[in-house]
T-cell receptor, first 114, second 113 residues
Framework: EPEVTQTPSHQVTQMGQEVILRCVPISNHLYFYWYRQILGQKVEFLVSFYNNEISEKSEIFDDQFSVERPDGSNFTLKIRSTKLEDSAMYFC????????????FGNGTRLTVT | GQQLNQSPQSMFIQEGEDVSMNCTSSSIFNTWLWYKQDPGEGPVLLIALYKAGELTSNGRLTAQFGITRKDSFLNISASIPSDVGIYFCAGAGNTGTASKLTFGTGTRLQVTL
Protein backbone atom coordinates (compact mmCIF):
# COMPACT_ATOMS: atom_id res chain seq x y z
CA GLU A 1 0.00 0.00 0.00
CA PRO A 2 1.38 3.46 -0.87
CA GLU A 3 2.57 5.46 2.10
CA VAL A 4 3.79 8.88 3.14
CA THR A 5 7.51 8.85 3.87
CA GLN A 6 9.36 11.32 6.05
CA THR A 7 13.04 12.03 6.55
CA PRO A 8 14.93 12.17 8.76
CA SER A 9 13.27 10.05 11.43
CA HIS A 10 15.11 11.98 14.13
CA GLN A 11 16.71 15.42 13.93
CA VAL A 12 18.71 17.02 16.71
CA THR A 13 19.51 20.68 16.41
CA GLN A 14 20.77 23.51 18.55
CA MET A 15 18.54 26.36 19.57
CA GLY A 16 18.58 29.12 16.98
CA GLN A 17 19.43 26.85 14.06
CA GLU A 18 17.23 26.24 11.04
CA VAL A 19 15.89 22.80 10.17
CA ILE A 20 14.15 21.39 7.12
CA LEU A 21 11.89 18.39 7.53
CA ARG A 22 11.15 16.44 4.38
CA CYS A 23 8.17 14.47 3.23
CA VAL A 24 7.22 12.50 0.14
CA PRO A 25 3.40 12.35 -0.01
CA ILE A 26 1.48 9.56 -1.68
CA SER A 27 1.93 10.05 -5.41
CA ASN A 28 -1.65 10.70 -6.54
CA HIS A 29 -2.48 12.93 -3.56
CA LEU A 30 -2.78 16.65 -4.08
CA TYR A 31 -3.41 17.99 -0.58
CA PHE A 32 -0.53 18.06 1.88
CA TYR A 33 -0.39 18.81 5.57
CA TRP A 34 1.94 19.22 8.51
CA TYR A 35 0.88 18.34 12.03
CA ARG A 36 2.81 18.47 15.28
CA GLN A 37 2.66 16.34 18.42
CA ILE A 38 4.47 17.47 21.53
CA LEU A 39 5.45 14.48 23.68
CA GLY A 40 2.46 13.04 25.48
CA GLN A 41 -0.01 15.46 23.92
CA LYS A 42 -2.50 15.34 21.08
CA VAL A 43 -1.75 15.86 17.43
CA GLU A 44 -2.13 19.52 16.37
CA PHE A 45 -2.72 20.96 12.91
CA LEU A 46 -0.07 23.29 11.53
CA VAL A 47 -0.77 23.90 7.85
CA SER A 48 -2.46 22.57 4.74
CA PHE A 49 -1.14 23.08 1.21
CA TYR A 50 -2.74 22.72 -2.21
CA ASN A 51 -1.88 23.89 -5.69
CA ASN A 52 1.42 25.36 -4.53
CA GLU A 53 -0.04 27.55 -1.86
CA ILE A 54 -1.12 27.40 1.75
CA SER A 55 -4.83 26.60 2.12
CA GLU A 56 -5.08 27.05 5.85
CA LYS A 57 -2.74 27.49 8.80
CA SER A 58 -3.07 27.44 12.55
CA GLU A 59 -1.95 30.05 15.03
CA ILE A 60 1.08 27.84 15.73
CA PHE A 61 2.26 28.32 12.14
CA ASP A 62 3.79 31.77 12.48
CA ASP A 63 6.59 33.48 10.55
CA GLN A 64 9.08 31.01 11.99
CA PHE A 65 7.59 28.30 9.78
CA SER A 66 7.37 27.90 6.04
CA VAL A 67 6.40 25.13 3.63
CA GLU A 68 7.46 24.41 0.11
CA ARG A 69 6.93 21.90 -2.66
CA PRO A 70 10.28 22.25 -4.38
CA ASP A 71 9.63 19.57 -7.00
CA GLY A 72 6.96 17.09 -8.05
CA SER A 73 7.45 14.72 -5.15
CA ASN A 74 8.77 16.47 -2.04
CA PHE A 75 6.99 18.63 0.51
CA THR A 76 9.11 20.37 3.13
CA LEU A 77 8.64 22.18 6.41
CA LYS A 78 11.29 24.73 7.34
CA ILE A 79 11.61 25.93 10.91
CA ARG A 80 13.82 28.96 11.35
CA SER A 81 15.59 29.95 14.54
CA THR A 82 14.43 26.89 16.44
CA LYS A 83 13.39 27.14 20.08
CA LEU A 84 13.34 24.54 22.82
CA GLU A 85 9.55 24.40 22.65
CA ASP A 86 9.71 23.38 18.98
CA SER A 87 10.81 19.93 20.15
CA ALA A 88 8.07 17.56 19.00
CA MET A 89 7.11 14.91 16.48
CA TYR A 90 6.25 16.48 13.16
CA PHE A 91 3.91 14.49 10.96
CA CYS A 92 3.34 15.00 7.28
CA UNK A 93 0.04 13.86 5.79
CA UNK A 94 -1.56 13.80 2.39
CA UNK A 95 -5.00 13.24 0.93
CA UNK A 96 -6.61 12.80 -2.46
CA UNK A 97 -8.44 15.73 -3.95
CA UNK A 98 -11.77 13.94 -3.97
CA UNK A 99 -14.46 14.94 -1.52
CA UNK A 100 -14.23 13.29 1.91
CA UNK A 101 -10.86 11.70 1.30
CA UNK A 102 -9.17 10.94 4.61
CA UNK A 103 -5.63 11.95 5.59
CA UNK A 104 -2.80 9.45 5.52
CA PHE A 105 0.09 10.18 7.87
CA GLY A 106 3.80 9.47 7.69
CA ASN A 107 5.75 8.05 10.62
CA GLY A 108 6.99 11.46 11.63
CA THR A 109 10.25 13.25 12.31
CA ARG A 110 11.22 13.60 15.94
CA LEU A 111 12.78 17.05 16.33
CA THR A 112 14.88 17.64 19.41
CA VAL A 113 16.09 21.18 20.04
CA THR A 114 18.89 21.44 22.60
CA GLY B 1 -10.97 26.67 19.24
CA GLN B 2 -12.70 23.36 18.71
CA GLN B 3 -11.92 20.71 21.29
CA LEU B 4 -12.54 16.99 21.29
CA ASN B 5 -12.62 15.16 24.59
CA GLN B 6 -12.05 11.45 24.66
CA SER B 7 -12.93 9.03 27.40
CA PRO B 8 -11.61 7.11 29.05
CA GLN B 9 -8.10 8.57 29.04
CA SER B 10 -6.66 5.12 29.52
CA MET B 11 -7.85 1.61 30.06
CA PHE B 12 -6.42 -1.74 30.98
CA ILE B 13 -8.33 -4.73 29.70
CA GLN B 14 -7.80 -8.43 29.39
CA GLU B 15 -7.32 -10.13 26.08
CA GLY B 16 -10.65 -11.19 24.65
CA GLU B 17 -12.65 -8.40 26.25
CA ASP B 18 -14.61 -5.86 24.29
CA VAL B 19 -13.57 -2.21 24.46
CA SER B 20 -15.60 0.95 24.08
CA MET B 21 -14.33 4.51 23.89
CA ASN B 22 -15.96 7.75 22.91
CA CYS B 23 -15.31 11.23 21.77
CA THR B 24 -17.40 14.34 22.39
CA SER B 25 -17.23 17.86 21.10
CA SER B 26 -18.86 21.16 21.85
CA SER B 27 -18.91 21.86 18.10
CA ILE B 28 -20.43 20.05 15.16
CA PHE B 29 -18.16 18.09 12.87
CA ASN B 30 -19.14 16.83 9.44
CA THR B 31 -16.58 14.05 9.32
CA TRP B 32 -15.31 11.83 12.12
CA LEU B 33 -12.20 9.70 11.86
CA TRP B 34 -10.60 7.22 14.23
CA TYR B 35 -6.84 6.72 14.18
CA LYS B 36 -4.51 4.42 16.10
CA GLN B 37 -0.99 5.46 17.00
CA ASP B 38 1.73 3.04 18.00
CA PRO B 39 4.85 4.33 19.82
CA GLY B 40 7.18 6.22 17.50
CA GLU B 41 4.83 6.02 14.55
CA GLY B 42 2.27 8.21 12.86
CA PRO B 43 -1.49 7.89 13.25
CA VAL B 44 -2.97 5.12 11.14
CA LEU B 45 -6.52 5.51 9.90
CA LEU B 46 -8.94 2.90 11.26
CA ILE B 47 -12.40 4.10 10.29
CA ALA B 48 -13.87 7.15 8.55
CA LEU B 49 -17.45 8.33 9.10
CA TYR B 50 -19.14 10.85 6.85
CA LYS B 51 -22.83 10.94 7.75
CA ALA B 52 -24.65 11.54 11.00
CA GLY B 53 -25.94 8.25 12.36
CA GLU B 54 -23.56 6.22 10.21
CA LEU B 55 -22.34 2.95 11.71
CA THR B 56 -19.26 1.46 10.07
CA SER B 57 -17.22 -1.66 10.78
CA ASN B 58 -13.67 -2.60 9.92
CA GLY B 59 -12.99 -6.14 11.11
CA ARG B 60 -13.28 -6.16 14.90
CA LEU B 61 -13.73 -2.39 14.98
CA THR B 62 -17.07 -0.61 14.85
CA ALA B 63 -17.57 3.14 14.97
CA GLN B 64 -20.61 5.37 14.88
CA PHE B 65 -21.11 9.01 13.95
CA GLY B 66 -23.50 10.50 16.50
CA ILE B 67 -26.75 11.93 15.21
CA THR B 68 -26.03 15.29 16.84
CA ARG B 69 -22.71 15.34 14.94
CA LYS B 70 -21.01 16.18 18.22
CA ASP B 71 -19.88 12.73 19.22
CA SER B 72 -18.61 9.38 18.04
CA PHE B 73 -17.75 6.07 19.60
CA LEU B 74 -15.36 3.27 18.73
CA ASN B 75 -15.82 -0.33 19.83
CA ILE B 76 -13.22 -3.05 19.59
CA SER B 77 -14.46 -6.59 20.01
CA ALA B 78 -12.43 -9.53 21.34
CA SER B 79 -9.29 -7.48 21.98
CA ILE B 80 -5.86 -8.92 21.25
CA PRO B 81 -2.41 -7.80 22.43
CA SER B 82 -1.67 -5.89 19.21
CA ASP B 83 -4.62 -3.60 19.92
CA VAL B 84 -2.35 -1.84 22.41
CA GLY B 85 -1.77 1.77 21.47
CA ILE B 86 -3.32 5.22 21.60
CA TYR B 87 -6.61 5.75 19.84
CA PHE B 88 -7.43 9.22 18.62
CA CYS B 89 -10.67 10.52 17.28
CA ALA B 90 -10.45 13.38 14.82
CA GLY B 91 -13.11 15.66 13.48
CA ALA B 92 -13.29 17.75 10.36
CA GLY B 93 -15.78 20.53 9.92
CA ASN B 94 -15.53 20.43 6.17
CA THR B 95 -16.72 17.49 4.08
CA GLY B 96 -14.94 18.93 1.08
CA THR B 97 -11.26 18.84 0.40
CA ALA B 98 -8.33 19.99 2.52
CA SER B 99 -10.13 19.10 5.71
CA LYS B 100 -8.17 20.35 8.69
CA LEU B 101 -8.46 17.74 11.41
CA THR B 102 -8.98 18.48 15.07
CA PHE B 103 -7.66 15.60 17.14
CA GLY B 104 -9.01 14.33 20.42
CA THR B 105 -7.01 13.89 23.58
CA GLY B 106 -6.52 10.17 23.00
CA THR B 107 -7.40 6.93 24.78
CA ARG B 108 -4.46 4.75 25.75
CA LEU B 109 -5.34 1.08 25.57
CA GLN B 110 -3.33 -1.62 27.27
CA VAL B 111 -4.23 -5.27 26.90
CA THR B 112 -3.11 -7.87 29.39
CA LEU B 113 -2.94 -11.56 28.69
Amino acid sequence: EPEVTQTPSHQVTQMGQEVILRCVPISNHLYFYWYRQILGQKVEFLVSFYNNEISEKSEIFDDQFSVERPDGSNFTLKIRSTKLEDSAMYFCASSEVQRNSPLHFGNGTRLTVT
Amino acid sequence: GQQLNQSPQSMFIQEGEDVSMNCTSSSIFNTWLWYKQDPGEGPVLLIALYKAGELTSNGRLTAQFGITRKDSFLNISASIPSDVGIYFCAGAGNTGTASKLTFGTGTRLQVTL
